[in-house]
């Protein structure tokens, strides 16, 4: 009965990883044949700039959008589980960006950055404010990207979170209202440690979502763009090696690494997961 799952895990997950793993101590030509290599790869890797600057601006992506995102997510999931008018209509809004392909919210919001007729800079421009280049400044481009990717991600963390707050038993609540707790209290008291095996599941999607952010960045920066040296990420970076020169070998050794990377932060939150998820 598991045959057809695990053949199928099997053909397109890991007999690619596999390969993957084959093809990083590996150089290509340029008609696609390859010659054994060993750790050449990996050594140019980790004295590359390129790369170590790309590992710089993967990790700022991981470290702005994750707690961010998640923070955002929680409130507005707490708010949409009161008892409000158009709490359908409500929800249905903020889920929305989840069912849209990732490059038509990067073609809406890159018309939104764009620094002549985008509308937040013409927003700002009532004010006085010459608006700056959200996607063309190297020094902005990253985070102009990371607003919308934490944007991007409400709306599934929500509808996870939101779950969680509706399994929550109300006697907790009603106990601590005749105790005498606020708001504040049952939120930190019961809501948070009811919620962590939730947040702790989104906590780990959402870092290996951002590990993996590619789309947003080639749709909205673009190989052309003067700020992609400082916006691009190992994805990017892999892509690049790997579709664009035609360097197989040295891209299958970046996403060798970044898998790595994803594994052992994965292991260390399953690790850590004991001292603050709680399951009762």
Do not use: C
Request: aromatic share 16%; glycine share 6%.
């Amino acid at each position: 009965m598991i045959a057809p799952t695990m053949i199928g895990l099997g053909i397109f997950y890991l007999w690619p990883t596999l390969q993957t793993i084959y093809f990083s101590f590996t150089k290509w030509g340029a008609f696609g044949n390859h010659t054994w290599a060993g750790l050449d790869n990996y050594k140019r890797l980790f004295h590359d700039p390129e790369t170590i600057e790309a590992f710089k601006n993967t990790i700022i992506f991981v470290v702005l959008s994750v707690p961010i995102g998640i923070a955002i997510s929680i409130i507005v999931a707490v708010l949409l589980n009161q008892k409000i008018k158009g709490l359908t209509i409500y929800r249905t809004l903020y889920f929305l960006p989840v069912v849209t392909m990732p490059s038509a919210v990067a073609m809406v919001w890159r018309w939104l950055y764009n620094s002549n007729y985008g509308f937040i800079n013409q927003f700002l421009s009532y004010f006085s404010i010459k608006g700056p280049q959200w996607i063309t400044d190297p020094h902005l481009a990253l985070y102009s990207v990371i607003i919308v990717a934490i944007w991007s991600s409400i709306g599934y963390n929500m509808v996870i979170i939101l779950s969680g707050l509706q399994g929550i038993p109300k006697l907790y609540y009603e106990a601590a209202t005749i105790d005498g707790a606020g708001a504040l209290l049952k939120f930190f008291k019961i809501t948070l440690p009811m919620l962590s095996p939730v947040l702790f599941f989104v906590t780990i999607m959402s870092l290996i979502n951002a590990f993996q952010m590619f789309d947003l960045i080639l749709m909205m920066i673009g190989s052309t763009n003067n700020a992609i040296g400082e916006s691009q990420t190992l994805v990017y970076l892999f892509y690049h090696a790997a579709f664009v020169i035609n360097d197989k070998g040295y891209g299958a050794a970046i996403a060798v690494v970044l898998l790595i990377i994803i594994l052992i932060i994965t292991a260390i939150q399953f690790k850590l997961q004991k001292k603050w998820v709680h399951y009762e």
